[in-house]
Structure formats: C-alpha cells, structure tokens
C-alpha cells in the first residue's frame, strides 16, 4: 500500500514537497515512481528511484527543478518539487516497481500497488 500527501496550491514559482509512505510490502527491494495525470491525457512518469536510492530518473520536463529521494527509517519517498509552473498542475500518483532490484524507470506498465493520489495545483 502506497499513500501519498502534500499536495495543495502553490503560486508559479513556488515549491512543494511530496511524501510516499509505502507500507505492506518491503521497501528496500523495490523501485519507487512518481507519476502524474491531467484529465483527458495519459499518466506519465516524472521520476523514479531504484530500491538502494542510488539510481534515479526523471523526465525531461522536470530535471532540474523536481528532486526524488528515499528515507529507508521511515519507508518513504519524497518528491521535491521547485519552480513549480501551471504546467505541472495535476493529480500526482507514487507506485512500487512489479519487480525486485530493478533499475528504476518511467513506464507505468512497470508499476503497480498505486496510491489514491494527490492534487497538485499550481495558480496565481
């Protein structure tokens, strides 16, 4: 099981922290995603982090700005996200890799055990 938090409304060129507690199955043997959805697009990976930390991946559209990373005390995963732009308005998804010790990557079919998801809006 996956629950994110964090999300909420944040002016263009505001900051915004994710958190991805992930409980149910063992963290340290999985990679952990983020993805991202608008209504009426496909989900789409915005960054990733092998189950060692070690490893990580992001889509072109937020390298640079947006930062993974992973606390192994607290099993969880954060997203780190700045200068945030109305583009990157969206509902925000974590996931666990299907399989053990791979490196990460940014395809949804390679994820499962989704969480609810948090909004992410970002407006003046």
């Known amino acids: 099981q996956l629950m994110e938090a964090g999300g909420g409304l944040v002016q263009p060129g505001g900051s915004l922290t994710l958190s991805c507690a992930v409980s149910?199955?063992?963290?340290?043997?999985?990679?952990i995603g983020w993805f991202r959805q608008v209504p009426g697009k496909e989900r789409e990976g915005v960054a990733c982090?092998?189950?060692?930390?070690?490893?990580?991946n992001y889509a072109d559209a937020v390298k640079g700005r947006f930062t993974i990373s992973r606390d192994k005390a607290k099993s969880t995963v954060y997203l780190q996200m700045n200068s945030l732009t109305p583009e990157d308005t969206a509902v925000y998804y974590c996931?666990?890799?299907?399989?053990?010790?791979?490196?990460?990557?940014?395809?949804?079919?390679?994820?499962?055990?989704w969480g609810q998801g948090t909004q992410v809006t970002v407006s003046s």
């Open positions: 149910g199955f063992t963290f340290d043997y999985y990679a």
């Open positions: 996931a666990g890799d299907t399989k053990l010790y791979r490196s990460c990557n940014l395809w949804t079919s390679s994820y499962a055990s």
């Open positions: 982090i092998n189950n060692s930390g070690y490893i990580t």
